[in-house]
């Protein structure tokens, strides 16, 4: 018993040590260059009641109940907000700088409580302004090792709430816009699939490659496809950018598979969401998605791949814009 003591005593000092070497503190920063006035952008931010537009946490639940302060678009105005899957808290001015910067308190006050420094940068570019968006917290001391987690977390949130932002400056400029649209049943299907396995470019690159070729072999069988293509996705680490998925295009079972391979995907119980916009915006797009199922407490099926289904073709749009994406996310 002695030695289990004296063991159990070791391994909780080192991870104390371990812990104390963490930094508790953390920033994030989120930068894009739009195309509009300074103090256009500047008056934007500072107006609490545009943010229903265009806020990355609002996205996913715009029907929270919302609060304004008095003068809310001036020094110590606030707005607080409320909802059942984003939590509640406030955020404060706290000064501006016009129309160069602004100072932010952030207070959340549900699903925990914690406080954090924001601050926005406005600085002119040629044809623009460059938009900086800052966050400095702090973690409890048992809390450190989620600092990175955090900190990647927050910054994905920023980069769309940029892009968000700037599509409402700029209508000209490409924006993505998501839609959680709910709990849908997919039937199983048969496609034809080429596997694929290793990095984000790599990846990319056989897509342009192996779609055209799976719709040009349906194409020699005068085999109509049946549906539109999608990509499977198995294993996904982005950290460490390893991807493993099939690039498919649902054909009968009784089609010739020729040079590829033939798959079957079970269909079941799944979340889909809808991106409308560039291919350049998936990775956000999944971001949100994965968030969104978290935050409305469903839970995700790892036995079963995440789908992205390519709704339309993309010879076939005059913008980007036009282009519709489905996200499929398999739920337990």
Known sequence: MLTVLIVLAVA????????????????????????????AVFDRVRDFRTWDDWSPWLLHEPDAKRDFSAAEDQQGGYYTWDGRSIGA???????????????????????????SDVRWEFAETDGGTEVAWYLRGSMPFLLRPMIPLVREMIGKDYELGLVLLRGQLDPDAPQPELRFEGETTLKPQSALVIPFSGGMEAMVRAMEDGFPRLAGHLASLGVAPGGPPFSAYHKVNVKKNRFECDMAIPASADSAAGPFSRKEFSGGRYYR???????????????????????????????????????????????????RTALYLPLR
């Open 89 to 115: 808290g406030r955020l404060t001015h706290v000064r501006f700088d016009a129309p160069g910067r602004i100072e932010q308190r952030l207070e959340i006050q549900r699903p925990f409580k914690s406080g």
């Open 12 to 39: 909780l000092a080192g991870g104390l040590v371990y812990l104390s070497r963490l930094p508790k503190d953390y920033e994030v920063r989120r930068s894009l260059t739009m195309h509009a006035d300074r103090q």
């Open 273 to 323: 969401v809808t991106l409308a916009g560039g291919y350049d915006y998936l990775e956000l797009a999944w971001y949100a998605a994965v968030a969104h199922v978290r935050m409305v407490k469903l839970k995700l099926d790892k036995h079963r791949p995440m789908l992205e289904v390519y709704e339309n073709d993309p010879s076939g749009v005059a913008s980007p814009k036009e282009l």
